[in-house]
């Protein structure tokens, strides 16, 4: 089974722990709406954490697989683009994920290709949303546990 089965598989049942043995450590992810790419296999499996909330009906409807140039080396890498489908923010997506393998059939870099534009933007917002509502709750954690062991007087 290649990288990019396995990715397939692990997307197909929302596993985060699948998706972490496939990442190397150092993975970046590029992303549609954002310049700046995810860096690092937490940044990007909380990014996935959010996109399996967003994406309704996902499913992958076809793959290619060769070799091309990795974005962050310029070095030629085994390649897989996976095409998909989707719904998000009420929008249909039409894309691809393009996968660059490293020599140990992990995924070292990950670009993500969307259309339409207003696609784009409901995708964005959708993952925006969700992930302010996890960085919030994220935030007030701390300030629950400690209210609970020392309550006020």
Request: glycine fraction near 6%; charge should be negative.
């Amino acid at each position: 089974m290649t990288a990019a089965d396995r990715f397939r598989a692990a997307v197909d049942s929302r596993d985060l722990a699948g998706l972490e043995e496939l990442f190397t450590e150092d993975i970046r992810l590029y992303s549609p709406v954002k310049f700046t790419p995810f860096e690092g296999r937490s940044a990007v499996l909380g990014l996935f954490t959010a996109l399996f909330q967003v994406f309704e009906d996902f499913r992958y409807i076809g793959e290619y697989s060769g070799t091309s140039l990795t974005s962050a080396d310029n070095t030629e890498a085994a390649s897989a683009v996976l095409l998909f489908r989707a719904t998000a923010g009420g929008r249909q997506i039409h894309g691809i994920d393009l996968l660059h393998l490293t020599a140990d059939d992990r995924i070292k870099e990950f670009t993500v290709m969307v259309r339409p534009q207003s696609a784009v933007q409901a995708l964005g917002e959708a993952v925006l949303t969700v992930l302010t509502a996890r960085a919030t709750l994220t935030a007030r954690a701390p300030l629950t546990a400690r209210a609970a062991e020392d309550p006020a007087p």
